[in-house]
């Protein structure tokens, strides 16, 4: 994977967030499977977009969530959804 062209045009979109998310999302499932390679390429990949991280908050997938959603979301996403400002209730723990 071309990591530095796929930051490059995250950045490009505002969606360096989104793009750290899912990579800390990859992060898990590769901790969990105990594929240290892959943990330490997402882990260097992490410390790049956390230098660009948006303060903005965003959503993860659609930008048409109600407002009881959005405050629903904020209750119950995880650290790191939180940490990368995304409405989510996604979790590594739920991915394969």
Do not use: Y
């Not at 062209?5 to 901790?31: G, H, I, P, T």
């Not at 943990?39 to 908050?57: D, G, K, P, S, T």
């Not at 993860?60 to 989510?88: G, Q």
């Amino acid at each position: 994977m071309d990591w530095g062209w796929l930051v490059r045009n995250a950045k490009l979109r505002d969606r360096q967030n989104r793009l750290a998310f899912a990579v800390s999302l990859a992060s898990e499932v590769a901790e969990r499977n105990n594929d240290k390679a892959r943990v330490r390429e997402f882990r260097q990949c992490l410390e790049v977009l956390e230098r660009a991280r948006l303060a903005r908050e965003d959503t993860f997938c659609h930008d048409s969530m109600t407002d009881a959603e959005k405050v629903w979301l904020r209750r119950h996403r995880s650290p790191a959804a939180a940490h990368w400002n995304l409405l989510t209730d996604i979790k590594g723990k739920h991915l394969a």
